[in-house]
């Protein structure tokens, strides 16, 4: 059994994971919004026992634990820097030899959306398919292409789906840029936009919910109760997203022309089917070849694809 | 010796080409704008037969005569349909056939982005390259993606980069879409915009130019001398072209992370490095790693890639 960490901007999610990516026990927690990598450390080893404890194992017999992690990674020594959605994590930060001396056990650190992608290609809903684009729609955006059976990296940082531009002159992006995707379709970008319309006293149970449930962010699952709700804001604000995904991803297969697309991220799974229908009629407005459009599916992994993913850096094969 | 023809929007170019892609003579005619199939390839026929005359060749001696086509091109026939930006010609016309019954020469064609982008990683601006994207900035915007020392055409419909979508909601393009990078940055588009705001009463030389060099659309040499002229409108939509470029080319890098952008095309070829540098530098400002950008060129074949490209049907390999 193999140990995997999703570290996403607003959870950790963790996970003890037998053969053929089935997983046997897993552990969620909000991640730290304050403090520092220290504490984000400390937080995953915490959710990783947990899991450990589920599956009545010890963390130090594990194969191995494999990190699924946002920023710049150094997949040799597992040092991670540059985590803009993680508090204080711009230098590097030893994340490997921390959770290693924490857990007892071999500690390997990937790029969270190429662990995630990758889990898909092998396990999920990618496996039909020679080419595909993961579209991973949570805090932010991220992408992975996999094109003849593998994913492509260009030199290093292939797949910022999230930063093409689909609105020269636009909203102003949490990378500090103009009119990418991810201005309008990132849960951070939402979110910032949603204080900003309720500060402006447009109505919303958004934070309302928010606070009922003791979160002090906008979580995939206050978004999701917000539509059930009919909240105005929300719909409005989810359906410039599924606008913004839809001209990404078809711009994108305007370029590549895919088999597929693979939708995943908290946003993704949390909306599921009908959202991936919605995104699949917008982008069709789009589409070059619009009588060949590519197949669309949810990430089959959900919630689990980053951690079973992060499991597979000690690979079964 | 084989020959190549460059089927444009605008013009036929033909060459006949030697060994290593040297151009031995060339012709050059306008695409006509009127009639059908059978007109266009009575004038490449011409065409082609003027450059076999500059190097004292008949027709029927070359090895091949290989075609750059826009459209739907097959290209086990040599059929050719859909060609949206050509007089008529939506049904499936002949064209291999016909032309080798004209010229007495084995006639091939492929697609006219593929032979240029081909042409330029063979011989071209590409040379040094495993990753590049092809950008054909003409009468429409075309691209080419080279991955991995070859092109990548997906389902067979990969690199139209000219309907990326780079602003949502916004301009009609000739595709019948809006927001596509083309709808800015096509010649095609470019030349109906100035011809609305002619008709507005905005004041501009474009047409004034056009009838005095006894053409019927703006072709790439209008534009410059325009633009040399100080023309305001020109200067306006030359920089919403250049912007649009910008933005369509970093969202591509941003996806594919390839090592160089290679910019060809008619405006491309013509306006050259003082305007890729200028394409460059709006293009950084969407970058998503902008510390290491793609190198940029224009294309080194310049006017003759299409031609050249084309002639390559007829291998050396």
Redesign the interface.
């Known amino acids: 059994m193999r140990g995997g960490i999703d570290l996403g901007g607003t959870k950790i999610q963790t996970a003890v994971v037998g053969d053929g990516g089935k997983v046997v026990a897993d552990a969620r927690r909000p991640t730290p919004t304050s403090g520092g990598p220290e504490d984000v450390a400390a937080q995953m080893a915490e959710a990783m026992r947990e899991s450990a404890e589920g599956a009545n194992v010890e963390t130090g017999s594990l194969e191995g634990v494999g990190v699924g992690s946002p920023g710049d990674v150094d997949e040799k020594t597992g040092d991670v820097s540059g985590a803009r959605n993680l508090p204080e994590w711009e230098e590097s930060f030893p994340l490997a030899e921390t959770l290693s001396k924490a857990l007892g056990a071999e500690v390997r650190v990937g790029n969270d959306v190429q662990v995630a992608v990758n889990a898909e290609k092998k396990l999920g809903a990618g496996r039909p398919y020679d080419?595909f684009l993961g579209v991973f729609w949570g805090t932010g955006v991220g992408?992975g292409?996999i094109?003849d059976g593998k994913e492509?990296?260009?030199?290093?940082?292939?797949?910022?789906?999230g930063?093409?531009?689909?609105?020269?002159g636009?909203a102003r992006c949490t990378?500090g840029?103009?009119?990418?995707m991810e201005a309008y379709a990132g849960r951070g970008a939402m979110e910032i936009e949603a204080r900003k319309e309720h500060d402006k006293g447009t109505k919303t149970e958004l934070f309302k919910i928010m606070r009922k449930k003791g979160h002090v962010r906008l979580t995939s699952g206050i978004w999701e109760r917000a539509l059930d709700d009919g909240d105005r804001l929300a719909e409005k604000l989810i359906d410039r997203a599924v606008?913004?995904l839809a001209?990404?991803i078809?711009?994108?297969v305007?370029?590549?022309?895919?088999?597929a697309v693979v939708i995943g991220g908290g946003l993704g799974v949390r909306f599921g089917d009908p959202y991936v229908k919605k995104i699949s009629k917008h982008m069709h407005?789009?589409l070059?070849?619009d009588d060949?459009p590519p197949a669309m599916h949810v990430a089959e992994l959900g919630d689990f694809g980053g951690a079973i993913g992060a499991s597979l850096l000690f690979g079964e094969n």
């Open positions: 080419s992408g292409v094109l492509w990296l260009g030199r290093g940082a292939a797949g910022e789906i930063h093409m531009v689909i609105k020269l636009g990378c840029r103009r009119g990418c606008k913004a001209a990404g078809a711009s994108a305007n370029l590549l022309d895919v088999e407005k789009h070059f070849v060949n």
